[in-house]
């Protein structure tokens, strides 16, 4: 019998290995035991597995990690920075605009060439591009940015110019924007079904493994020179002990951090990793919607606003956090200052005043099941406690979040939001009324505040610097003054990576949640 | 036999109908709309529209619950909604990865649970059994995830044996990348394997036919191996059965501390971005897994105890 258990055993082991995938790869062989691999492949590990390929439908980072060094933009911020000032070209050697600033026109490379034999690049694919993005049937992320064009032209195959309905102060930095694609490709895909991104940039799309990684191979032939890595493999790691392990472990070289202050403390101290905080950061604020009744009671609004000490919270996060400068992300150009006083006796004064000298208890507020959201908002409902306003939280998952959200049924609620470049841009989907949730017109505006929408308007169309930024300070001023969004931290995005990176470039900021990928990177 | 086995078969169907149509519903009851979740901030009314359009939920539910079942019946899962891929393509990717790591977990209980579960009967109340008895105790209160990180930071950290992250290339490799977390869900299985084993065997051994094997003078040996242990395998094969089905759907924790691909994270991530199409087949396989599971593990009833393929 005990035999016969043996060989039953025995032939499970042999069916797991025969039944194992044989196209599947990994080559992640734990290097302290195997040589150093041949290849200069870069191993960068991602928290998310992506779903989607359609560089404008990308929406979480491992999407946009894998699409960064696939594809690229007309004009496009130098690497690793975000202010508007080192906007230069990409696709395009050279731009100008009219007096008017309706008109853009852009002169494009020549002898850029697609992936895979797809051909040269040409205006054609620029034209392609931005109408694709127009489309209202695609759905696009970005359609919002480009909804002042009004028509594109071609005159030859190296110039593009496209015309605006308005003048749009932020329309340099839309144009970094969307990535430009290949039409003949974007159809073989639909056609084929396959995953199977075509850009121009320094890294080739080769392969994808649902939930295990993406690899993509050196584009030699790439316009800005021969990459210096052979590959660059992305894992899809969702649980972040397993990417600290990993790393340590020299099994990935770049992955994201975490917030939490003792990881921090003890990977700033390893010899082997470089710690890396983006300056730029998300924006965390407490959103009051006013078309609840309660939150009607500017007084209330006040009191909350008094009672939130600020500096508490960012002292616990340590490295990762800075207070909020402004109502929007500090990165934004035209987030003058405007913060809140930490002062209980005033808030105690206001919410006398709102009629509630014996405090008050406030609606539910939901939040995602996330530590990012669930931190700060329990944080604030200790500190609003103080005062006598009790905030009672309530978490599901993003999903029920989001539609929640959007059907305009949170009371309140708590979100970050990364922002940069113009501010009329935060401020048109943020703090303009028609943007209210619930609206048919809506976009993010979660307070529902309206009494800047004539100055927001103004901004839109204002390429005037100076008055823009008149615009902006009065904007922010009348966001301010109605106590709408309590800032709480502007986060910091904690990148980690092996010394045996190069990035070739210095490291300020990033948009992706990762370090970007260049031609330049190496690994020593 | 094969009437049993049509008959059982047979009675899958209506149950397979029921819990189709329970998937299909629960889901679109669920709050959450995935081209809210895709679009993020820049979510307009028009922008949701158009997606709705393209993702096909812009059709009434009826029109899409025919739909679905017409494709169903067809083996066709229908595409992604987020990345247009089959979702064939997809569990036929992840399923080999789950189903490797739980037949090796199983493989790594059995090896270790049958033969101390047996010794542990043999030394039934003796100092050996208390401290096993102790030991799986510990080993089944542990969580997976916790054997996991710590199996992880002494065998891959501190002692570089073995990778941790990956699937590997090719037979050895991969039966390599599979050690650590196979033995982090297979003691787990082996504790409870060791606890059912012995008191099964225990149970069987005071039964009467082998007391009348006793008294015709059989060797000890040959007592507990060949009468006693076919007949206590069947609870064992019970707790095997559950933990493999339970195993395919919910290695989950054990697929992201590894960073492996598989089936829970393919349905886990569906569920959050309300992927319905991805959610309803992996469900559906799942479903189809536990059926089948528990049709071997009925049949192998019959072949462990004749008297039960009698009845």
């Known amino acids: 019998m005990m035999k016969r258990i043996f060989i039953y055993l025995l032939t499970l082991l042999f069916i797991v290995a025969g039944c194992s995938d044989t196209t599947s790869s990994d080559g992640n062989k734990n290097p302290k035991k195997n040589e150093a691999p041949k290849e200069k492949v870069l191993k960068v590990a991602v928290d998310s597995n992506p779903a989607v390929f359609d ?15 696939i594809y690229n933009t007309l004009l496009r911020f130098k690497t690793s920075s975000i202010d508007i000032e080192d906007i230069e070209g990409g696709l395009a050697e050279d731009w100008e605009t009219s007096k008017d600033g309706l008109t853009w026109t852009f002169k494009l490379r020549k002898g850029v060439q697609w992936h895979h034999g797809y051909g040269e690049f040409t205006s054609a694919d620029v034209k392609y591009s931005i109408e694709r993005v127009m489309d209202p049937e695609l759905g696009s992320t970005s359609r919002e940015n480009f909804k002042q064009v009004d028509k594109i032209e071609t005159p030859d195959s190296y110039t593009v110019i496209i015309h605006l309905k308005q003048p749009d102060p932020a329309f340099l930095q839309s144009i970094c924007g969307p990535a430009i694609v290949k039409k003949e490709a974007i159809e073989d895909n639909e056609k084929s079904g396959e995953i199977r991104p075509i850009g121009t940039g320094p890294f080739m799309f080769e392969e994808f493994k649902q939930n295990e990684k ?22 899809f790691m969702t649980d972040l002990t397993a990417i600290e392990i990993a790393l340590k472990n020299g099994e990935i070289h770049m992955g994201p951090g975490l917030y939490e202050p003792a990881w921090l403390e003890q990977m700033s101290k390893n010899k082997d990793l470089t710690l890396d905080v983006s300056e730029n950061g998300v924006f965390w604020g407490l959103y009051l919607n006013t078309s609840v009744d309660i939150y009607k009671n500017m007084n209330l609004r006040k009191a909350i606003a008094h009672a939130i000490d600020i500096k508490k919270y960012v002292k616990s996060r340590r490295l990762t956090a800075v207070e909020p400068k402004s109502v929007i992300n500090s990165a934004v150009r035209g987030a003058y200052d405007a913060h809140y006083q930490y002062d209980l006796k005033k808030a105690k004064k206001y919410l006398k005043e709102a009629g509630y000298p014996n405090g008050v208890k406030l609606p539910e507020m939901t939040i995602p099941n996330l530590a990012s959201f669930k931190g700060g908002a329990e944080f604030i409902q200790e500190e609003l406690r103080k005062v006598g306003i009790e905030l009672p939280l309530k978490s599901v998952d993003m999903a029920s979040w989001v539609e929640l959200v959007y059907s305009n049924q949170n009371p309140s609620t708590t979100v970050g939001l990364a922002a940069f470049g113009e501010a009329v841009v935060p401020f048109r989907s943020m703090f303009y009324g028609p943007s209210s949730m619930g609206q048919p017109t809506a976009i993010y505006n979660l307070t529902h505040f309206h009494e800047a929408d004539r100055l927001i308007e103004q901004a839109e169309t204002e390429i005037d610097r100076q008055k823009l930024d008149d615009l902006y300070k009065q904007i922010v001023e009348k966001i301010h003054d109605a106590y709408v969004v309590i800032p709480y931290v502007e986060g910091r995005s904690p990148l980690i990576r092996s010394n045996k990176v190069d990035l070739g470039y210095d490291f300020k900021s990033t948009m992706i949640y990762m370090y970007y990928i260049t031609e330049k990177t190496d690994l020593k | 036999m094969i009437k049993y086995f049509i008959r059982r078969t047979l009675l899958t169907i209506p149950t397979m109908f029921l819990c189709i149509t329970i998937i299909f519903f629960c889901l679109r009851v669920v709050p959450g709309d995935p081209a809210l979740i895709m679009l993020g901030e820049n979510a307009t009314p028009e922008a949701v529209e158009g997606l ?138 082996a504790a409870a394997l060791i606890r059912f084993m012995s008191s099964s065997m225990i149970e069987e051994i005071n039964k009467d036919y082998i007391r009348t094997v006793r008294a015709k003078g059989i060797p000890e040996k040959l007592v507990f191996y060949k009468h006693a242990l076919r007949n206590s395998l069947i609870p064992v094969v019970t707790v095997i059965g559950l933990n493999m089905t339970g195993l395919l759907s919910g290695a989950v924790i054990i697929e992201m501390i590894f960073s492996r691909p598989g089936l829970g994270s393919l349905a886990l991530d569906a569920i959050f971005a309300r992927d319905f199409p991805v959610v309803q087949g992996s469900l559906i396989l799942f479903m189809l897994i536990v059926i089948i599971v528990n049709l071997l593990v009925d049949l192998s009833y019959s072949l462990l105890n004749p008297r039960i393929r009698q009845s």
Not at chain 2, 80 to 90: D, R
Not at chain 2, 117 to 132: E, P, Q, W, Y
Not at chain 2, 156 to 170: A, D, K, T, Y
């Open chain 1, 55 to 69: 560089p404008y439908k990308l929406s979480t980072n491992s999407e946009l990690v894998i699409s960064q060094p």
């Open chain 1, 214 to 235: 993406a690899v993509l191979v050196k584009n030699k032939d790439y316009f800005l020179g021969e990459p210096k890595l052979e590959k660059v493999e992305i894992h």
């Open chain 2, 52 to 189: 709705h359009k393209a993702m096909g939920l812009d059709k009434p539910i009826w029109e899409q619950y025919l739909t679905f079942l017409n494709d169903t019946l067809q083996g066709d899962f229908g595409k992604s909604i987020y990345s247009e891929k089959s979702v064939s393509k997809q569990l036929i990717e992840a399923f080999p990865h789950t189903f490797n790591l739980a037949l090796m977990s199983i493989f790594i209980a059995c090896i270790i649970g049958i033969p101390l579960g047996i010794v542990s009967a043999r030394k039934h109340n003796t100092l050996f059994d208390d401290g096993l008895r102790v030991v799986s105790l510990i080993v089944l209160a542990a969580p997976a995830f916790l054997v996991g990180i710590f199996l992880l930071i002494v065998f891959s950290v501190q002692i570089p044996l073995f990778p941790s992250m990956g699937v590997g290339n090719g037979f050895f490799e991969k039966i390599y990348y599979l050690i650590l977390p196979s033995i982090t869900i297979g003691t787990g299985i």
